[in-house]
């Protein structure tokens, strides 16, 4: 810092990245993989989520409750499990800084339950690549495993990437180009 407080010479604070590389739409390939930390689902986690959620169902925090209905512990909510999967817990809404245009949509199917001390490994992985003309779309598939290996939500997210310009140009003068739904 200079004495006046102000950044020194030469600093650059666009420059300021977790990942320097940007990468673009036509830089994905299909079946990559972006892994998610690992999170083991507590009572506190339930009750911070409740808290925020305003989801007061008793299944996800009365253990007696739990128990009178043949569950072995504390049911997480699924929306805490579907979360898991967000993007921003791993390194591709930092791969996407410049190129991001939109987060599409996201779904989820909740394929067996999570109780309070699952360990859960969420990961993202490529499954859709639509191109546009100056856009496309990339589809990531989600999938969370608890610590035996059960999937236990499998779902999809999608997003709109900008074109690299190199690759816009490229397609805007190719023989027969045009504009399509996915990309404008």
């Not at 020194?8 to 994905?28: C, K, L, M, N, S």
């Not at 008793?58 to 699924?78: K, N, S, T």
């Not at 191109?131 to 939500?153: D, E, I, M, Y």
């Not at 709109?160 to 404008?184: C, E, F, K, M, W």
Request: with cysteine; glycine share 8%.
């Amino acid at each position: 810092m200079t004495p006046t407080g102000a950044a020194p010479p030469g600093f650059d604070p666009r420059t300021h990245r977790v990942i320097a590389e940007q990468r673009w739409f036509d830089d994905f390939r299909l079946g990559e993989r972006f892994p998610l930390p690992s999170r083991t689902m507590t009572e506190a986690i339930f009750l911070a989520f409740q808290a925020a959620s305003g989801d007061n169902h008793p299944i996800h925090y009365d253990v007696e409750y739990c128990r009178a209905r043949g569950l072995e512990a504390l049911l997480a909510h699924g929306y805490l499990v579907a979360i898991q999967t967000v993007a921003g817990a791993g390194l591709f809404p930092h791969l996407v800084e410049d190129s991001l245009k939109a987060f599409l949509e996201q779904s989820s199917r909740f394929l067996h339950p999570v109780f309070v001390g699952d360990t859960l490994y969420p990961a993202l992985e490529v499954n859709e690549l639509s191109p546009g003309r100056t856009t496309g779309v990339v589809g990531l598939r989600s999938t969370v495993h608890n610590q035996k290996g059960v999937l236990v939500l499998e779902g999809q997210h999608r997003y709109l990437l900008r074109r690299s310009a190199h690759a816009a140009a490229h397609l805007s003068t190719a023989p027969g180009s045009h504009s399509d739904s996915a990309g404008t």
